[in-house]
């Protein structure tokens, strides 16, 4: 091969490079990491909110361009501590929280984002009952469809909002809600 068509070869594999990351970044507008700011549903109906995991709940949540994502939210902010006794309220406090880690693959199609939940795990209170937030055991069965939009909140900061198509309640209300989730962008 002549240094000519190593040249090319070469310019042409740099080339393939830098367009499949391109590609990946098209396919994938949602890449990086996002803090959660809201976690609830709401219903239909009345409208009236439930914050599945308190009205200040923490978490992160990765998204990569290769299809996959991870998300961990709990119910509660963790207080500094500030001597020995705040430690361990902190620690009897931790065993009331709620909590779930959760992730799996995803695609973006338009305005709607497909979504497989592989694993979930969930944690909550202790007590004579297992705390089992999942009516799905924990995964989905294949591809779930989300509504999302990504906007610029007051703070001048990337907001991601995902909603559910409507539903019956997964808890036998009888009622039919809405899953929402938003999230806000941390730089790179």
Known sequence: MSIA?????TAAFFAALALSVASAEEISPLAGTWKIRAFFTED??????H????????GIMQVRPDGY?????????????LSMWDDV????ASETGQ???YG???????ESLFVQVNYARQEGPVGPDTFD?????????????????????????TQLIIETKPMPNPNGAGNTIIGRIIWQRLPD
Not at 44 to 49: G, Q, W, Y
Not at 70 to 81: K, N, T
Not at 89 to 92: D, E, I, W
């Open 99 to 101: 909590a779930i880690n």
């Open 69 to 81: 994502f991870d998300a961990f939210v709990r119910s509660y902010e963790p207080v500094p501590v």
């Open 44 to 49: 239909v109906i009345s409208k009236e909110r």
């Open 104 to 110: 799996g693959t995803y695609r973006v199609v338009g």
């Open 51 to 58: 914050d599945v995991y308190g009205p200040k709940p923490t």
């Open 133 to 157: 937030m999942s009516w799905n055991e924990g995964r989905s069965i294949g591809e779930e469809e989300r509504s999302f939009q990504t906007v610029i909140g007051s703070d001048r900061q």
């Open 5 to 9: 068509h190593r040249t090319i070869a």
């Open 89 to 92: 309220a902190n620690v009897l």
